[in-house]
């Protein structure tokens, strides 16, 4: 515990991120959690994922910008990518984040950014789901999200496991029939909103993903935990819910095996591919989440 919030306190640090992102020997340790720099570098990792039977959601790093403009150049990174997926029929689609999109610089502004890229999604019968951040965004994401959803059905929300109100979230989303990825959580949350121990995180994460599983839109499932997925499963199976009624999650570099092992069991697999340049905060969620993790970083850094 005292490991993730050390890293998710680093994740916060404008100055570390500054030279972490500047540090050449850094390249060597996003390459297994970043596909690159480029969405060209994103699309090639999809394309190889996509020849083992593995589908992608595509997440253009950044968050916090600090003007419209760079709101604005974000909201056209992934128009593009909408673009290319379907001209490349690649099995893929997009996550955003709100802080990306000018949410703290102005509320209508990041709408019409985001409702721009659901039209668009939309408009190619793609998919665009909205991450989830701080418990301080939840109120305001979700809200987006189910105005958004009136118009355009293309988009989705995601529910994280250790925050108390996620259940009552969780029955409102399903209740208009929005699309869900269900996710533990990555922030240093408070103990007065979130579950402070990683037993209840876990116990909420399965009786959530029991109420999507029975009542949800093609839910997704987002966690590595081979614990909580097998529950899911046997759960599913027992309650005759087909499995390409809902997905399974994982991050880009992270349990592969589990990735493979899935699909050749006749599950849906999706894999969150980030890629840009602004990883650091990314990166040290990764890190915060999994402690084995910290081992291959520390190798990579010390390998000539």
Not at 25 to 34: D, G, K, Y
Not at 117 to 139: I, Q
Not at 252 to 260: H, T
């Amino acid at each position: 515990m005292l490991l993730r919030h050390f890293f998710l306190f680093t994740s916060r640090s404008a100055a570390l991120r500054r030279w972490m992102e500047r540090w050449p020997a850094a390249l060597r340790l996003t390459s297994r959690f970043v596909a690159g720099a480029r969405p060209e570098d994103a699309l090639s990792v999809t394309r190889q994922l996509n020849l083992s039977g593995i589908s992608t959601t595509l997440d253009y790093l950044g968050e916090s910008v600090t003007n419209l403009d760079e709101a604005a150049a974000a909201r056209d990174v992934y128009l593009r990518l909408l673009d290319c997926i379907h001209a490349q029929s690649l099995q893929a689609n997009v996550s955003l984040k709100l802080t990306q999109f000018g949410i703290d610089i102005s509320e209508a502004a990041c709408r019409e950014n985001v409702a721009a890229v659901a039209r668009k999604a939309c408009e190619l019968h793609n998919f665009v789901h909205v991450d989830m951040e701080s418990s301080d965004y939840t109120d305001r994401t979700l809200a987006l999200v189910s105005d958004l959803h009136e118009h355009f059905p293309s988009i989705g929300a995601v529910v994280q496991s250790y925050l108390y109100r996620s259940e009552r979230d969780l029955e409102e989303l399903i209740r208009r029939k929005i699309r869900v990825r269900l996710v533990k959580g990555a922030y240093d949350e408070p103990p007065s909103v979130a579950f402070p121990k990683k037993r209840e995180v876990d116990a909420n994460f399965d009786k959530l993903a029991r109420m999507l599983l029975q009542a949800g839109n093609d839910p997704a499932l987002a966690t590595h935990d081979e614990k909580l997925l097998r529950a899911a499963i046997k759960f599913a199976a027992a309650h005759g819910i087909p499995k390409d009624s809902y997905e399974i999650q994982m991050l880009y570099g992270i349990r592969r095996d589990l990735q493979s092992r899935y699909v050749a069991a006749g599950h849906r697999v999706r894999v969150y591919v980030p890629f840009g340049d602004a990883w650091y905060p990314y990166l040290m969620r990764r890190l915060a989440e999994r402690p084995a993790n910290v081992w291959f970083v520390a190798s990579n850094l010390l390998r000539k």
